[in-house]
Each structure stands twice: as structure tokens, then as C-alpha cells.
């Protein structure tokens, strides 16, 4: 009999790639995907586990991106599907590019929930299959300095735990999992060296993370914060602090050097 088929998307490198790990430990054949060539890499390093893993370039912040993953999925059916690809982008809203901007928008909700609609309503018709979007917990703080990527995070963590109820009388599991800073490339490519966050040596490990991202998914839970217990308070305290503050605390971290 076939493997069940895990769908990774962002699993290049950090938490996509760590995720990608963790199904195919579990037995799942894996069809991994990232805009940049290093998916090739990652598809190499991953052939270490007895299972099939194909690899995709594309872009899922475009309609053309998202058509080829779901073109590559085939007759398939996906036992799981591990929505992580995501940008970030630092800087002041109104001194960055908007056509960057735009693309954080389009790769982290767009593209999200173009390949959700897609996957989870044949997920929905078998009344069976596994969610996982990565969010953050920087969807609970006004991101000054991350404004853009900050909003597209709020988005997402809404947007999970009201598919999850959604899906509540169905077989079929959303899972939100919402890291706070982790030690990736995202702040190399956010291009926020030039910060206190992205100088930070102690943020999370992103195998971890993802770890306790795929226990809680293959749990059925609708949510976790993942990482350090720091973590945890913060997003409890998120609810209860004025956004005011949150946003100077936030700009604190994410303002670049020399503003």
C-alpha cells in the first residue's frame, strides 16, 4: 500500500524543512516546495528516510504557483498538509518597496489560503486529512517596523482557528502553530540583520518548533505556541496589554539601525 502523502510548503530551510523531517519520520511520502533552487537540497538531505520525496520550485505567491503544486499533488490524496510558506519583510511601511510589500501579502495569505481552498476541500469530501498553518506570534502584537508581515500573521492565526471550527463536525484538523522568533533564514531575507531581534542569539531552535508543531497537529489541537515559555508569555499577555504599547515594544526590537 501507498505511503500517506505530507505536502510541505516553505521546506527549503528552518521550520518547512524541520517539518518536512517530521512527516517522514512518521512514514509519509513527501512532496516538498519553496521558491528558490536550495528545495533541491532539501529534497537530497531528506532522501535519508525510506520514503518518496519530490521536490517543486515555484513561486505560491502567484495564481501560477499555486496551480503547479496542486498540478504536482496529482489524484493524490494528502494525508497532511503543512502550510508554512511565508516572507517577512523589516523597515518602515512607508520606506519599503510596495511590490515587496504586495508579495508578502500574496505568498502568506493569498497563496495560503489559495492552496487551503484547494487541498482541504477534497480533505473535506473524504472526511479525512491534517492541517497545519504556520502563523506566529507576532499576529498578537501591532508590528511596527514588520507592519505588513505582522498583519499577514494576524490573518493567518485567525484564519486557522475559524477553519478549525469550520471543520469541527468533520475528520478533518486544523492546527495553528505559532512560533515566535526562531533561528532561520527569515531575518537574512526579511533584510533585518540591522535589528535587536535579528541580532538576537537566543531565538528559538527550529527544529523544536516544528516538533511541537507536528505533535499538536497529529494531536488534533487547534493551536500551539511554540517555542520558549517566553513565548507563551507574551501571547497571553498580548490580550491584555494596550496596543499602544505593544507597537513601541515591537518597535523597540524591529526598528532598523540609525532611524
Keep these: 500500500m501507498a505511503r500517506p502523502l505530507a505536502v510541505v510548503t516553505g521546506a527549503s530551510t528552518g521550520i518547512g524543512f524541520e517539518l ?27 532522501a535519508a528516510f525510506d520514503v518518496s520525496v519530490k521536490a517543486l520550485q515555484a513561486d505560491l505567491g502567484t495564481e501560477h504557483g499555486v496551480e503547479a503544486l496542486v498540478s ?9 498538509l503543512l ?6 519583510l523589516g523597515d518602515g511601511f512607508l520606506d519599503q518597496n510596495f511590490e515587496e510589500a504586495k ?60 477553519l478549525a471550527n469550520e ?7 486544523v492546527t495553528c502553530l505559532m512560533p515566535g522568533p526562531t533561528d532561520t533564514e527569515f531575518f537574512r531575507r526579511a533584510k533585518m540583520e540591522d535589528t535587536d531581534v535579528g541580532r538576537d542569539d ?42 499602544s504599547i505593544l507597537a513601541e515594544m515591537h518597535r523597540k526590537m524591529a526598528e532598523p539601525d540609525g532611524r
Excluded at 512518521?26 to 532539501?42: M, Q, V, W, Y
Excluded at 502550510?83 to 517577512?88: C, I, L, S, Y
Aim: charged fraction near 25%; aromatic fraction near 6%.
Design 20 to 46: 518536512a523531517k517530521c512527516a517522514a519520520e512518521d512514514g509519509h511520502d513527501l512532496l516538498i516546495c519553496a521558491d528558490e533552487p536550495e528545495i533541491e537540497k532539501a529534497k537530497a538531505d531528506l
Design 72 to 80: 504536482a499533488i496529482g489524484g493524490r490524496d494528502v494525508a497532511i
Design 83 to 88: 502550510a508554512n510558506a511565508g516572507r517577512g
Design 103 to 162: 508579495n508578502v501579502v500574496d505568498t502568506n495569505v493569498t497563496g495560503t489560503i489559495s492552496l487551503i481552498h484547494g487541498v482541504g476541500r477534497k480533505m473535506r469530501d473524504r472526511n479525512e486529512g491534517r492541517i497545519l498553518i504556520t502563523g506566529s506570534i507576532a499576529g498578537f502584537i501591532p508590528g511596527s517596523f514588520q507592519a505588513v508581515y505582522n498583519g499577514s500573521k494576524a490573518f493567518l492565526d485567525s484564519f486557522s482557528w475559524a
Design 167 to 173: 471543520l469541527k463536525e468533520t475528520d478533518v484538523t
Design 202 to 243: 537566543d531565538k528559538d531552535d527550529a527544529g523544536k518548533v516544528a516538533r511541537q508543531g507536528y505533535k499538536a497537529l497529529m494531536k488534533g489541537e487547534h493551536g500551539v505556541v511554540a517555542g520558549s515559555f517566553m513565548n507563551k508569555v507574551q501571547a497571553t499577555f498580548a490580550g491584555i496589554i494596550p496596543d
